[in-house]
DNA sequence: TTGTATGCGTTATCAA
DNA sequence: TTGATAACGCATACAA
């Protein structure tokens, strides 16, 4: 006879002490955490308490040998602007690696296409992964939506302007950011404001409008229709409506554009002008990509907290996962997340203003 | 007595497999897969044979319960043009879903401020992952390799310039890229040809120069300095060496920009001036980045295989870290790439001339 | 140099 | 509704 080896430090809370401590065996931990259903509830709620106490992990490596899968999600996009790409990119991959899934990355094109193409690919998808993130625009694809439905994949939107329904959703309030972000800009003192508008077909495009246009009216400063110009996000659109909004006969004094790219294209715009930023002219964004630290002046900007958001959405996919795969159906959530106004160097008061009004 | 339950359909293949296959030990097999020294040449060659046949692939999340922790790369990043960032994201997690490792991402700030703080961001570093994945400029920043060799962690290189001494390296020929690029402009008829170096502190820069000159030497077509203009691979700076080289007297009838970044600034410059791309300037960039499809006209520009290299990169890199684990030197590999010229629609032949020259 | 016997942390199966 | 136990596929310690 040998004696035993040890092999681990038992650095790690395994399941067996989470059993020990709820005075269970280790199946019932096992079932409360995977979610099944015939655990009685006040057993399930010591088995909680005990998780919590010890700060229990479910070991993904274990996890995955035993049921013979491991947790994969995808993550789709379309259209990329290379900013929000990577800061999504970067904000998943940290929600992946906190929870152990795999992160799946595929463009999805020709979601435009509908029908059997997106069908098809949409088979696939079901092979390769779990559950699907989806961000904007894609979260706003009736093709694409419609086609994952039919292969009953689990998806939760990611940033969206409004809920899908019957999707789990994760975003921030778009319309209260907006107001925040003009208030901000009021309060410096401009009351010339322009706005530029993002992609019609994506829902936040309108309602960060309509935080603009809310927060104006709120302030008592009047709105502009000549100072609004349309936009689809990208900075090319940014150029052609900075462009258009710097000709004006009378030139506001701040632009707002509904994201980084468009932004930028407001600050080459205006420097090609010979207009100083922000002396001239002050120039906000939203999303706070990569980029808004890249450009000079540094944008002042909306932060969405993609990588909390990310991980919060990894959360609900992977439940969900868990849920379908014991045929419980599953309620959409619809998760709010608090934005932050990130203040940096594009945005000051109007020349010969003196500051606050507040 | 109960009979022995199957869980799995028995659909992949097992260690066990390929050690019956070789006629070994399951033990052997595993020793060979992590290489080990100690294995019989012959014996080994049994056994990859057998791997080889049966087209065996370590399970990850068994490997990861077994050795007590998963294979984690880490990459790091500092300076990030987005287009090149998410570029690079995609194709490490395309490797890294391939051989089921972790792919940790980590911006690393003030590899300038050197010393005792880049050493203890490496020892942190080296404790949160196995192997460190060095993007430019990164891999050229003295302070932090150094660091990292202090604290022992298998680095490599990708896409450097130059192979960095004592490091491994996954690249493509920058100065034959360049090279090939500059000839397909003047095959298309150029012969006045502008050029935007990349940053200095990066050796692929001076190297994509230097294809650049020798081949127009090689097509007979005259040098001139004045068109060219230094960068340092950002969109600002594309646009500042843009300015320039379209206000000379003579002006190029195209520009050769040392990455997509810089080309897109040169294409919005021409822009602005009521210059027609391709038809008045031809533009050319390098990378294929996701920039290259987004501008209008699309770039032609020089692929780099990112997400093969990626893989590359990370079999090297894991490779390393089994041979570190066992005290075994490694020595540093150096692996070339093709690249690949992408045709797209900013580079046409100068107005008025007829075509090719070949 | 190679092989034997466990152990890793979890889930699936089956019985209570 | 809960529990006991056998997989899961591989690596480590130790023996041969």
Redesign the interface.
Known sequence: MRKPVR??AAALVTIDQVAHRAGVSLMTVSRVTNGHECVRERTRERVMRAIRELNYKP???????AA?R?DRIALLYAN????Y??EL??GT??GA?LT?C????QKWEGADGGGERARARARQLARDADGVLLPPPLCESQPLTAALEGVQVPCVAIAAGLATPGMSCVRIDNRRAAHDMTTHLIRLGHRAMGFIKGDPNQSASAQRFEGFRHALADAGVPFNEAWVAAGDF???SG?RAAEHLLAARIRPTAIFASNDDMAHAVI?VAQ?RRLSVPRDLSVAGFDD???AT???PELTTVRQPIAPMSQEAIALLLEATRRKRLNLDAEPEDRLFEHELIERDSCAPPRGASSATS
Do not use: C, H, I, K
Request: proline content about 5%; glycine content about 8%; cysteine-free.
């Open positions: 092999r681990r070991n993904p490596a274990a996890r995955a040998l013979a491991a990329p602007s290379a900013g790409l990577s990119l970067l991959l940290d690696g152990g795999q992160l799946v990355v990208s900075y090319r150029l080459s090609r990509t990569l980029m890249t450009v000079f």
